[in-house]
């Protein structure tokens, strides 16, 4: 995998750009960023120290610099820009919320006040393409953003004689070449009111095993976060969650059918993909590596498809919640690629495949460990117990234990 740019063949303003995944994966693309608006200091200082030729804005936050950013700050005219690329809070419309006291709010949250600010930017700007990247309730569900982003469009396109029109698909980054199962929704909105041709999937058949990914590096200390229930690990086996210590599975009965959350006690396969990576894991939230310990902050990169050269600022869960929550590289170069094919350099043909694309390992995986006894510190614990109510009857949180889902 390489990161570094190629010629540019746009140009992009990259909102809520975190750790930079979405605009590593631009950039791969050839599309070029101009200016980064990011508050986090701990992200700015990884982009920062990874790509100081990132413009780094000083307006860091979205809402103020909707009032603030204009076209000449970047050194464009209005419609000059090629590409607003955006990954805004996801918290308020992510499936992790259903676990939460608060629930799902949606465009209610005050976390969505950032969504208006980006609307507000493409209409100040007035760029090629809207490109976002989000999980998959922000424009799917009850408490989508859809409806609101589709109206503020409409008036855009009254005022300013453009045609925006919001095209959207949940993807899969795996199809793609990615060693992990990660669901997101991608919205394209060209301003020439084009329709987006999604790039078709490479690998749905062939998928990048975790092992590809992980297999070579050897973690000798394993990170911290290890809670109550994380014994258990070595009596689970590889692929599995808490569910094979339940009665429907092949080990002794510890907990309740379908009674916690999937990402409980979860771990990796080796000749699968991983799950989703979570941005702000409990103890108990997989997946955990198949030598039943957390991930390292360097395997979770990896995992998402960053470059080994690039790294994260701050403590080890500032960094865990970076990774999590960036846009994986590759998923944004393959977007990258077809926007730059079907409106910045028509007819621009790629005959290499993704440059932020793993190499397959050609060292076999391992065979998995066979899971061992339940330990005797959790032996009392053993015998039937009441599976989950069914549907409507859950979930129930338990913030106590970490019931962190999908970000």
């Known amino acids: 995998m390489d990161g570094q740019m190629i010629s540019p063949v746009g140009k992009v303003l990259s909102l809520f750009t975190g750790a930079g ?3 590593i994966g631009l950039e791969a693309a050839g599309l070029q960023t101009i200016g980064c608006v990011e ?3 701990d992200c700015r200082r990884t982009l920062e120290n990874n790509r100081p030729g990132w413009k780094l804005l000083e307006t860091a936050d979205v809402t103020k610099a909707a009032t603030d950013l204009q076209p000449r700050d970047l050194g464009l005219r209005r ?3 090629d590409v607003l690329a955006a990954g805004p809070p996801c918290q308020p419309f992510s499936t992790a919320g259903q676990w939460t006291h608060t629930g799902r709010l949606g465009m209610s949250d005050k976390r969505a006040e950032t969504i ?6 493409l209409e100040r700007f007035l760029p090629r393409v809207l490109l976002i990247e989000n999980v998959a309730g922000f424009l799917r569900g009850e408490v989508s953003a859809r409806p609101f982003i589709e109206e503020r469009l409409t008036k855009i396109n009254l005022a300013n004689r453009t045609h925006y029109r919001l095209t959207a698909m949940v993807v899969d980054a795996a199809d793609y070449g990615l060693p992990q199962h990660r669901r997101r929704i991608i919205a394209v909105a060209f301003r020439n009111g084009q329709t987006f041709e999604w790039p078709k ?4 058949d062939q998928p990048m095993r975790t092992w590809d990914a992980i297999g070579d590096l050897k973690e000798t200390v394993a990170p911290g976060g290890m809670g109550t229930w994380t014994p258990l690990l070595p009596s689970i086996p590889e692929g599995e969650n808490y569910q094979y210590l339940t009665s429907r599975g092949g080990g002794e009965e510890i907990f309740g059918y379908r009674t916690r959350y999937w990402f409980f006690l979860l771990k990796l396969a080796k000749d699968r993909p991983s799950w989703t990576l979570s941005a702000s894991p409990g103890p108990a939230t997989g997946p955990f590596h198949w030598d039943n310990r957390p991930l390292t902050v360097r395997e979770r990169m990896r ?8 790294k994260l600022e701050g403590t080890r869960n500032s960094q865990v919640r970076q990774a999590g929550n960036a846009t994986p590289p590759l998923l ?4 990258g690629r077809a926007i730059v094919s079907q409106l910045l350099v028509p007819r ?3 005959n290499a495949p993704p440059r932020m694309l793993h190499r397959r390992s050609q060292t076999p995986p391992p065979p998995p460990a066979e899971p061992t006894p339940v330990p005797k510190e959790y032996r009392h614990k053993i015998g039937p117990k009441a599976a989950h109510g069914g549907t409507g009857r859950g979930p129930r949180p338990r913030p106590s234990e970490g019931n962190t889902l999908e970000s």
Do not use: I, S, Y
């Open 303 to 310: 995992l998402q498809g960053f470059p080994d050269h690039w």
């Open 116 to 121: 208006v600010g980006m609307l507000d930017l």
């Open 201 to 204: 999937a490479t690998h749905t």
């Open 79 to 81: 419609r000059e820009l």
């Open 348 to 350: 621009h043909e790629w």
């Open 39 to 41: 508050k986090n200091e």
């Open 21 to 23: 995944g979405l605009d």
């Open 332 to 335: 944004a170069e393959v977007m």
